[in-house]
C-alpha cells in the first residue's frame, strides 16, 4: 500500500466502487440480495444468501481477502481469511447502493420466488 501509518493491508482507500450493483449479475441479467464491495479493488458482488455468490467467487478468484458491505448504513468489513469482522478505514465514495435500489435488485429481475432460492 503506501506511507500512511493509518493503511490497513489488503484496503485500498481510493479506489472507487465498480458500480451500483454486482457487476457479474448485471452482466448475466441476474439479481443479488445484499451487495459486498471489494476493499482492495472496488468490485461489487452479489453476498452469500445471493444465488450467485459473486463476492466470494471474486475473493476465490483474485485473492483480495477483505470486503466491506454495499448496503446503506452498514459500515462492517469482513475478512474471508479468518472468517471475522475487522477494522477497515473509510472508502471513496460512494459507500453503498442507492437508497432506492431496493433489495433484492434489480427489481424487474427478481423473481416472485425469490426466497425460495436464496442461500440460508
Known sequence: MSDNPGAVPDIDP???PSGT?????AADEGWWVHLRRCAACGHIGCCDTSPSQHASAHHRATG??????????EVWFYDYRTGDFVEGQELAPPTSRPRDQGSPA???RVPGNWRDLIHK
Open 106 to 108: 434489480p427489481r424487474d
Open 14 to 16: 481510493t479506489v472507487p
Open 21 to 25: 450493483g454486482c457487476a457479474e449479475c
Open 64 to 73: 483480495h481477502p477483505i470486503i466491506r458491505s454495499f448496503e446503506p448504513g
